[in-house]
T-cell receptor
Framework: SQQGEEDPQALSIQEGENATMNCSYK?????LQWYRQNSGRGLVHLIL?????REKHSGRLRVTLDTSKKSSSLLITASRAADTASYFC??????????FGKGTRLSVIA | DTAVSQTPKYLVTQMGNDKSIKCEQN?????MYWYKQDSKKFLKIMFS???????INETVPNRFSPKSPDKAHLNLHINSLELGDSAVYFC?????????????FGEGSRLTVL
């Protein structure tokens, strides 16, 4: 069954702006991961945040996790045209495959 | 070197035919998966294999039969193809199911059933 729900479904911003995507999930998790999918390509892992972590950074990416609200956010700072892609959150409940949300389509306009 | 490779990348076939998609990973991972991505980009787990053993079958019709000859390969055979089988099928691998780590995906195989 579907676990993560990304919000918004689609986001269009200008290059240089920040992009924020949100993910909500239903059941308890061991960790939450974010993936990027360029058009016509496979998914690529971006960042993993464990259930006992609240914030994590990787380059221009910042992920937060609020387990009390069962939600996570992905912030991409100073976006570039190359960031145009679909972004998916995926939850790991432990001993089960990752369950993915429907994704947010990000368009960064140069 | 491609970590997870799947073939073919595109497959166009008629209803009722049987087709196979192959997947290989050179990462030394124990666990491999098949995911199906529909036209709305929703990604759904189909199967999970750990060390050649089937561990997850998510209510997939028995027309779909995965086969893992060794832990580096997980192939997907589909019998009697239906229009609704049209989708992109992704193979993925992870170190092991219990590790809770990242998945490495192949580039996908786009199946179109006419």
């Amino acid at each position: 069954s579907q676990q993560g729900e990304e919000d918004p479904q689609a986001l269009s911003i200008q290059e240089g702006e920040n992009a924020t995507m949100n993910c909500s999930y239903k059941t308890s998790i061991n960790n939450l991961q974010w993936y990027r999918q360029n058009s016509g390509r496979g998914l690529v892992h971006l960042i993993l945040i464990r259930s006992n972590e609240r914030e994590k950074h990787s380059g221009r990416l910042r992920v937060t996790l609020d387990t009390s609200k069962k939600s996570s956010s992905l912030l991409i700072t100073a976006s570039r045209a190359a960031d145009t892609a679909s972004y998916f959150c995926a939850t790991d409940g432990g001993n089960t495959p990752l369950v993915f949300g429907k994704g947010t389509r990000l368009s960064v306009i140069a | 070197d491609t970590a997870v490779s799947q073939t073919p990348k595109y497959l166009v076939t008629q209803m009722g035919n049987d087709k196979s998609i192959k997947c290989e990973q050179n990462l030394g991972h124990d666990t491999m998966y098949w995911y199906k991505q529909d036209s709305k980009k929703f990604l759904k787990i189909m199967f999970s294999y750990n060390n050649k053993e089937l561990i997850i079958n998510e209510t997939v019709p028995n027309r779909f039969s995965p086969k893992s000859p060794d832990k580096a390969h997980l192939n997907l055979h589909i019998n009697s193809l239906e229009l609704g089988d049209s989708a992109v099928y992704f193979c993925a691998s992870s170190r092991d199911l219990l590790a809770g780590g990242e998945l490495f995906f192949g580039e996908g195989s786009r199946l179109t059933v006419l």
